[in-house]
């Protein structure tokens, strides 16, 4: 009989970029995370010594603990964030077993540092359409749960990075831009190590959309009018940005579970 506290590596992959994703907590020694610092996607690094201070934190919250091997490290925090409240299981088999099975892996020294302990700060242009939405969403669902964004006046992005400690994403003449045919989606998908299936479908319709390129797939059509149609909706970014993350939790999940399927009414082998 398999553990009620513990989760495979296939399950976890059909959970993670999803909304509703648990949070994930890496809590390998440090000697193992020098060997291969890359993270499971969304994960974030605590040191398990510390876990009896943080744990309260998750209280409520669903949990997955992830160790090396997935043996007496996350076993023994995982135990301790149900203590204090959480729903907690432990990556069967730990990191080694996700390589193993060919999950996906951040390239964690790409990550913007952070020391507030707040989410990674990220700023760009105010009044967004299409990347300025699609590169927050890939970041909260990916890479940082937390992310913050900033939406600013397009002369003031430099200045506002360099005073506030933001990354400026989508701006020219930065890391996080378009190159070449690339739009920034694209650039992130690469730098972060998260080329897979679905992500990839996904960015071509995004460059598509973002590049007047709607040649390239059918569905960028249809994700350009919305992106449109969004932005006159919402006055504040933010807002604009929050409604936004539906949709391409959307598309991301057609293009992962769906892109095969068609709908057809009336059914052609119903009676006239």
């Given at each position: 009989m398999?553990?009620?506290?513990?989760?495979?590596v296939?399950?976890?992959m059909?959970?993670?970029g999803?909304?509703d994703?648990?949070?994930l907590?890496?809590?390998r020694?440090?000697?193992?995370?020098?060997s291969?610092?890359r993270?499971?996607?969304?994960?974030?690094?605590?040191d398990f010594?510390?876990?009896?201070?943080?744990?309260?934190?998750?209280?409520?919250r669903?949990v997955?603990v992830?160790?090396h091997?997935?043996?007496?490290?996350?076993?023994?925090v995982?135990?301790l964030l149900r203590?204090?409240?959480?729903?907690?299981e432990?990556?069967?088999g730990?990191?080694?077993a996700?390589?193993a099975?060919?999950?996906?892996?951040?390239?964690?020294d790409?990550v913007?540092k952070?020391a507030?302990?707040?989410?990674?700060?990220?700023v760009?242009?105010?009044?967004?359409?299409i990347?300025?939405?699609?590169?927050p969403?890939?970041?909260?669902?990916?890479?940082?749960?937390?992310?913050?964004?900033?939406?600013?006046?397009?002369?003031e992005?430099p200045?506002?990075?360099?005073r506030f400690?933001?990354?400026?994403?989508?701006?020219e003449?930065?890391f996080?831009?378009h190159?070449?045919p690339l739009?920034?989606?694209?650039?992130?998908?690469?730098a972060?190590?998260l080329s897979?299936?679905?992500?990839?479908?996904?960015?071509?319709?995004?460059r598509a959309?973002?590049?007047?390129?709607?040649?390239l797939e059918p569905?960028?059509?249809?994700?350009?009018a919305v992106s449109?149609?969004?932005?006159?909706?919402f006055?504040?970014d933010?807002?604009?940005l929050d409604h936004?993350?539906?949709?391409y939790d959307?598309f991301y999940?057609w293009?992962?579970?769906a892109a095969?399927?068609?709908?057809?009414?009336p059914?052609?082998?119903a009676?006239?």
């Amino acid at each position: 009989m398999s553990s009620t506290t513990e989760i495979t590596v296939a399950q976890l992959m059909r959970r993670i970029g999803l909304p509703d994703a648990p949070v994930l907590i890496d809590v390998r020694i440090p000697e193992d995370v020098a060997s291969d610092p890359r993270r499971i996607p969304g994960s974030q690094w605590r040191d398990f010594q510390e876990a009896q201070n943080w744990a309260s934190a998750f209280s409520g919250r669903d949990v997955v603990v992830i160790c090396h091997k997935g043996l007496k490290l996350s076993q023994g925090v995982a135990a301790l964030l149900r203590l204090a409240g959480a729903r907690a299981e432990v990556l069967e088999g730990g990191f080694l077993a996700w390589q193993a099975a060919g999950g996906v892996l951040l390239n964690s020294d790409r990550v913007p540092k952070n020391a507030s302990g707040l989410g990674t700060l990220w700023v760009t242009r105010a009044r967004p359409k299409i990347d300025r939405i699609a590169c927050p969403w890939l970041i909260r669902r990916f890479v940082d749960p937390g992310a913050r964004f900033l939406f600013v006046a397009p002369s003031e992005v430099p200045g506002v990075a360099e005073r506030f400690g933001a990354t400026p994403f989508d701006i020219e003449e930065v890391f996080w831009s378009h190159r070449g045919p690339l739009c920034t989606f694209d650039v992130m998908i690469e730098a972060f190590g998260l080329s897979h299936p679905a992500l990839d479908r996904l960015a071509r319709i995004v460059r598509a959309a973002d590049t007047a390129a709607l040649d390239l797939e059918p569905e960028a059509t249809g994700l350009l009018a919305v992106s449109l149609g969004l932005s006159r909706m919402f006055r504040d970014d933010l807002e604009q940005l929050d409604h936004g993350m539906l949709i391409y939790d959307a598309f991301y999940r057609w293009c992962r579970d769906a892109a095969g399927e068609t709908h057809n009414w009336p059914n052609p082998g119903a009676k006239a």
